[in-house]
């Protein structure tokens, strides 16, 4: 392997989304060098300083001190909350950082398209966390498409089971359950999906109206007699699928080290202690939330290509199907377990084709694999001649941000919304 030029890496936000990039580009000391981290819950930055291997390694106990030192990298990473990427993305651009920024841009769609603004006038990149884009089965997806067996594209229909677990966990009990803290779901959660639409479709959208609501995880559905919190004693607890206790049990991995940094060691009672307090304890049917647990988009394009898109807590994994004029491709989580294709292509006439994908990290993901795509793809994109397009840059991944608000709009006010003319509405003067 050819010595380079390792980019150095710093961290804004140093949570699971920080440790699972830096984890990745630990591995390439060749193209990557991570010179530091910046989070109020130092524990997490220690954990990017281990993992850097880098003795010369700087942490900062916020974003603001971090930026406040100059430019210490060639690209920062900025995996805060999502409440803080819009100030986090604009400070870093004008130091004159590249940045890696996790999705969503923003929380509100003025501030995604002054990062765009701003990006462009200072000429920097941004390349945005969809890592779908980079996941062996939306690649393979992408191919197919490309190779013309489809014919002209008709439709495409997406679909993405949230799984209820995770709607109860992040937004129910968690960070995204509280729209006006944090954004709709459509962008908290979809706005992956809305990307790998646009993506696949190659064109964009023109007309948009969506239908969504928040039905179940309310108190009216709560089981007669529950408390306010799981470890208070609910009279369910052994049959309820959300019970909280499970964090001391069989959802303890992943997802209580997503919330709770002494997961790894933290005995079952120190973990129910920690719920007594914890946003993760409180009842499902009995928290503040106002996400939707079920939404539906419908999506014209240009050139007449139409799509849709589906999310819904009470499915697991994600499924498409694309429409052409030659056959249609099928494929997602349900070929995977019970079919044994990941994608199906039924021709209107011949034989039917089945494809399997295999990951960068050696395993079948439509997601979470994307995670080493993305790293894999870091150091060309952010070495590329100035002015060339990125895989996953500003340039096309804004659009995508504004079907999901636009989407939002069309639900609040039951309309068709123009894309073109949402975006007039929102740029900033």
Known sequence: MKPTNPLKLACIGCGARAQTYTSLAARRPDRFQIVAGADPVAG?????RRCSGNPDFRAFAGAQDLLAAGKLADVVIVATQDNYHFESCHRALELGYDVLLEKPIATRVDQVLEIERLALQANRRVMVCFVLRFAAFYRKVKEIIGSGILGDLVSI????GVMPWHQAHSFVRGHWSVVSKSSPMIISKCCHDTDIVHWLAGRRCR???SFGSLDYF????APAGVPARCTDGCPVENTCPYNALRYAGDQRDPWLGMVYDRAAEATPAEIQDWLRTSPWGRCVYRCDNDAVDRQVLAMEFDGGLT?????TAFETGRHLEIYGTR??????ETYRRHFGSHLVFLPHEGEIVRYTVQAEDGGYELHGGGDAGLVNALYEEMTRPAGEPLAAGINSTVHSHLIGFAAEEARRTG???DIEDYQRRHTPQ
Request: charged share 30%; net charge positive; aromatic share 4%.
């Open 44 to 48: 997490r930055v220690e954990k990017i």
């Open 157 to 160: 229909q997406a679909g993405e």
């Open 207 to 209: 007309k948009i109206a």
């Open 218 to 221: 309310r108190p009216e559905r």
């Open 307 to 311: 799509g849709t898109f589906t999310m």
């Open 327 to 332: 056959g249609v491709l099928k494929g997602g």
């Open 415 to 417: 309309s068709v919304v």
